[in-house]
């Protein structure tokens, strides 16, 4: 046999059977049992995760009771928003937020992605995504930058990611102006105005179909919109897990999985996820991830991230 067919060999060998490497969990490792990957696996569970996240592939991971994509005990935290816990809620989050066209939202559903930088190692992977969005309710193609690292388990699920939206600022000021331009508005403030009637109207709407008995939030559709509009703030791009509009308008799309748990996020107390519970410092000091992000354990004792 040649050295170069040895070579094919031992690499298919490798390639083929990636959980012999697989180490397991010692007593004193609190991170979840990993796999090594090879780079190429690395990039096929990324592409695999933004084939399944748009539309309309999406709407099928948002069915059935369990993740093809998401650990059971997935964690995830998005910067505009917050941190999320499981896979069900996660399911609900990334992909039933993006998933009905026809609904008013603010970037609609992703149609394409391009992956333009890519880093992996060991069960972590770090790339960056520009997705582009159809914002179906303003009627604009929207690219959106979303700068993610995705910690796989040894079944090639998501155990843990950390996702960025990059320039969101820019592209929240964007959709303002797109919008602004379409309805003729003489100032800022005007179209800031039109888009909380059309959000919280689209909210009450769904809080009047999904909330119903305990889970009902607001006395009436007109109280639900005098809130809305008069006593929170519409949100700044980095607010839309705080005490916002623009919160209660993530988690409206969320509201008719599961109305017991999703409602009182679009009422007046956040439930706990649209609310001003954090400080600055808090949000970037916060002890989330159980997993480091460091490939091969490196940095473990300097990570002040690690929960
Ligand atoms: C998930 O759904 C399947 C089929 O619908 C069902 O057989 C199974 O019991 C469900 N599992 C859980 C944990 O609810
Ligand atoms: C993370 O660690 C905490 C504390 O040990 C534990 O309660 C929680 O279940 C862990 N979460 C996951 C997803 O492993
Ligand atoms: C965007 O959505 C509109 C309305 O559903 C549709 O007509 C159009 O073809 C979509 N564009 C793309 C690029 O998906
Ligand atoms: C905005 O102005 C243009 C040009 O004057 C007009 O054709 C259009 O109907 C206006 N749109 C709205 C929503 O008022
Ligand atoms: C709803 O009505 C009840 C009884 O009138 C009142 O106590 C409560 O504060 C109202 N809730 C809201 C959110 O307006």
């Known amino acids: 046999m040649h050295l170069s067919s040895l070579l094919i060999a031992a690499l298919s060998i490798y390639n083929a ?126 690219p959106v930058t979303i700068d993610t690292w995705i910690e796989f388990d040894g079944d090639g699920k998501i155990a843990q990611y950390d996702a960025t939206f990059r320039w969101f600022e820019y592209l929240l000021d964007q959709i303002l102006e797109s919008v602004g331009m379409k309805i003729n508005a003489t100032s800022p403030t005007q179209t800031v105005a039109y888009m909380s009637d059309l959000l919280a109207k689209s909210i009450c709407a769904t809080h009047e179909s999904s909330c119903k008995g305990a889970n009902q939030q607001y006395n009436s559709t007109e109280a639900c919109y005098d809130y809305l509009t008069k006593s929170i703030r519409f949100g700044k791009s980095y607010e839309l897990g705080r005490n916002t509009l623009l919160c209660r308008e993530v988690h409206e799309h969320m509201v008719p999985y599961r109305p017991d748990v999703h409602c009182s996020h679009i009422g007046p107390s956040g439930g706990s996820y649209c609310v001003d519970d954090t400080s600055y410092s808090q949000t970037v000091l916060a002890k989330y991830f159980n997993d480091s992000w460091i490939p091969y354990g490196y940095g473990k004792d300097q990570d002040i991230w690690l929960a």
């Open 17 to 142: 059977a990636p959980c012999l490497a697989t180490k397991s969990k010692s007593p004193t490792d609190s991170q979840r049992p990993r796999s090594l990957y090879t780079f190429d696996e690395l990039w096929n569970l990324e592409k695999k995760f933004w084939d399944e996240f748009l539309y309309p592939a999406n709407v099928k991971q948002t069915r059935g009771n369990e993740s093809t994509v998401f650990a059971t005990d997935v964690q995830g935290r998005v910067d505009i928003t917050r941190t999320f816990d499981g896979d069900e809620l996660n399911r609900e989050y990334i992909f039933g937020l993006f998933s009905e066209p026809s609904r008013v939202s603010l970037v609609g559903v992703p149609v394409a992605y391009s992956i333009t930088q890519f880093s992996a190692n060991d069960n972590i992977a770090s790339a960056t995504t520009v997705v582009t969005f159809n914002a179906t309710t303003f009627g604009i193609l929207l």
